[in-house]
C-alpha cells in the first residue's frame, strides 16, 4: 500500500474495531448505514458479512441498489475483517476462524466454535449497543468457506441468527458432516421461523451431487420452522460472479419485498 494516499472509503460506511476477548485477536468491523438512518428513529435489520476485508464493498452496493430496484428492505451491514496487509494473511485467519475441526481438509489449529462465541456474546451486543438494531432480525452471510461457517452456525446456534446465506460451502467435503451433527437444528423451537439460502454454481461439478442431496437432507428433515430456498447458477463457476449473486439473490430471498 502507497505510504501517500489514505486508505479509500465507501459511501455511508463506518469503520469500528473491536478487540475479542474470547478469541483473544482485534477485528475490523466495516458497517455500512441506510440512506434513511440519520433521518429517523427507526430500528434496522442487521446483516453481517464473513470476510469483510473482501466483501464488504459488495454487500455495501448492492444493498443500496437492492433497495431501490428490487424492494429488499433498508439493513444495516456489518462487515466482518481483519484489516490485514496481504492476501496469505487474510487465507490464514480465515482458515483459523471458518475451518471445522473434524471436516476434511480443516486446519487442525481452527477456533471455529471460539470464532462463533466471539461473533454471538461480543460482536452482535457490540453492534447492538451502538446502532438502531432489530435484536430480533439477524442474518448471518458467506461464501466459501464463510458459506460452511454459515452453516456451522445454523447447526451449533440456529437461534443465533434469523436469516441465513450460505455460497458455494465446498459441500464436497462438508456435507457428512451436517447430516451427524443436526441435534440442535431438530431441537429448536419452531415458532421461530428461520430463513436460509443456499447457493453454488453449475460448473462447481465435484458439489453438485452433495448440494443436491444437502437441500433434499434439510427439506426432508423436519427441522422445525426451517424454510430452505435454493440456486445452482447456470454457467458459474466458483469465483467472484457467485459471489455477487450470491448475495444479491441471497438477500431477495431471505428478506421480504417491502412496498414502496
Not at 44 to 64: E, H, K, Q, S
Not at 224 to 235: K, R
Request: proline share 5%; glycine share 8%; net charge negative.
Amino acid at each position: 500500500m502507497s505510504e501517500q494516499y489514505p486508505r479509500a472509503a465507501l459511501f455511508g460506511t463506518e469503520e469500528r474495531t473491536l478487540f475479542s476477548p474470547i478469541r483473544g485477536r482485534e477485528y475490523h468491523l466495516s458497517v455500512a448505514l441506510p440512506d434513511s438512518y440519520k433521518t429517523s428513529t427507526q430500528a434496522y435489520p442487521v446483516i453481517y458479512v464473513l470476510d469483510g476485508d473482501y466483501n464488504f464493498g459488495v454487500a455495501a452496493g448492492l444493498t443500496r441498489f437492492s433497495n431501490w430496484f428490487r424492494k429488499v428492505p433498508e439493513l444495516i451491514i456489518v462487515g466482518i475483517g481483519y484489516d490485514m496487509e496481504t492476501s496469505d494473511e487474510f487465507a490464514a485467519l480465515r482458515d483459523l476462524d471458518f475451518d471445522i475441526p473434524g471436516v476434511p481438509g480443516a486446519s487442525s489449529e481452527s477456533v471455529s466454535h471460539l470464532f462463533l462465541d466471539a461473533l454471538t456474546q461480543e460482536m452482535i451486543p457490540f453492534i447492538n449497543a451502538n446502532y438502531r438494531t432489530i435484536p430480533s432480525d439477524r442474518c448471518l452471510q458467506g461464501y466459501s468457506s464463510g458459506g460452511f461457517f454459515v452453516l456451522y452456525a445454523l447447526f451449533r446456534q440456529p437461534d443465533a441468527f434469523q436469516r441465513y446465506i450460505s455460497g458455494s460451502a465446498i459441500l464436497k467435503s462438508t456435507y457428512d458432516y451436517w447430516i451427524h451433527h443436526d441435534a440442535q437444528l431438530a431441537a429448536r423451537n419452531g415458532s421461530n421461523p428461520i430463513q436460509l439460502y443456499l447457493s453454488v454454481g453449475e460448473l462447481e461439478e465435484d458439489d453438485i451431487p452433495n448440494f443436491r442431496r444437502f437441500v433434499t437432507f434439510l427439506e426432508q428433515g423436519n427441522y422445525p420452522g426451517l424454510t430452505v430456498s435454493s440456486e445452482i447458477y447456470a454457467g458459474e463457476g466458483h469465483g467472484a460472479e457467485g459471489i455477487a449473486l450470491t448475495y444479491l439473490h441471497g438477500i431477495a430471498m431471505v428478506y421480504p419485498q417491502v412496498e414502496r
